[in-house]
């Protein structure tokens, strides 16, 4: 495999890694304080759909992602409102919003659109374009960094760079904040923050609120920017890939980072079987190729990747004592 080539597959692994990241930092939130996500995929695919026909409709992507993050919100608030409020089975809300989410969505777009359940094609002002980086073009002839920084950190759509600034802003949120201390805290033991007169609904909903912006931020760059447009089931299980990675990283941000993009790189090599045959010698079907996130994804759940400790108090309703 030569270094152009390379180049091509670590590009396609930025674009197919960046959902991923979006909906693993949007669960790193939710988990961290207690409250189980399962219902990532059904947010994520809300906003697609939410996404693709504003932009469509009103010629102007960034209509379509606000629209993205009111559906994702949307959503949120209905998990925030089952697990919370009401102390329902967390697993059992996230899994009901995931089938709301695979049928809603056709039908809203079939009724707007009557194309089987997609969004026309978006073109123009509807879509996220690529953003050419300064010095790009002038640095391509610098050997091996100049091709890296022009044709795989340059390029991409703004949203991609969105999602590696969260990784970041995630940490110090996270570890360099109070309302992160705590948002950790009601995760490990909100009988704790109760006693110290904070809310715990309330950092739990801002949890879920951060959640669905994310999830927004995710669907959205999937209608408007890695593809033209919304298509039924177009997510494809990444929310549940995202959650494996975040089990994969065991609750990190940065960790996070590098299980996305280990998931985005099986990803794009599954639309290079030609790079894969070069390279091992011998011709894999592409089917298995396919299959390989979601192979690597029931490997993360059966705990070959080392032993994950999610928060003590995560999936837990939490009840005040009086």
Not at 52 to 65: I, Y
Not at 188 to 206: M, Y
């Amino acid at each position: 495999m030569d270094y152009a080539t390379l180049l091509q597959i670590l590009d396609s692994t930025l674009r197919l890694g960046t959902p991923l990241l979006f909906a693993c930092l949007a669960g790193l939130f939710s988990e961290r304080a207690g409250i189980f996500d399962i219902g990532l995929e059904g947010k994520m695919l809300m906003a697609a759909m939410s996404s693709g026909a504003v932009a469509f409709l009103t010629g102007s992507v960034w209509l379509g992602l606000l629209a993205g993050i009111m559906g994702s919100m949307l959503f949120a608030g209905l998990h925030g409102v089952a697990s919370i409020t009401f102390r329902g089975n967390q697993l059992i809300s996230g899994v009901a919003l995931n089938f709301l989410a695979s049928g809603i969505t056709v039908l809203i777009a079939q009724r707007l659109f009557g194309q089987g359940g997609r969004t026309p094609p978006l073109a123009g002002d509807a879509r996220f374009n690529e953003i050419t980086l300064p010095f790009a073009e002038s640095l391509r002839g610098v050997p091996i960094l100049g091709p890296l920084y022009a044709d795989v950190i340059s390029g991409h759509a703004l949203l991609v760079y969105v999602a590696l600034l969260c990784v970041p802003l995630s940490w110090w949120v996270l570890y360099r904040t109070r309302f992160g201390l705590r948002l950790r805290a009601v995760g490990e033991n909100p009988a704790a923050v109760d006693t110290a007169g904070v809310s715990v609904k309330g950092l739990r909903f801002a949890a879920v609120g951060i959640t669905g912006l994310l999830c927004g931020l995710a669907g959205a760059y999937m209608a408007t920017a890695l593809q033209a447009g919304f298509g039924r089931e177009m997510t494809a299980g990444r929310g549940y890939i995202a959650l494996a990675a975040l089990i994969f990283a065991k609750w990190r941000p940065w960790h996070a980072l590098g299980a996305c993009m280990l998931f985005g790189f099986f990803q794009a090599l599954a639309l290079r079987p030609d790079v894969v045959t070069a390279v091992m010698q011998v011709k894999i079907p592409v089917p298995f190729l396919d299959a390989l996130p979601y192979i690597l994804t029931v490997l993360v759940l059966a705990g070959f990747v080392g032993k994950a400790i999610p928060p003590r108090a995560g999936g837990e309703p939490y009840v005040k004592e009086r």
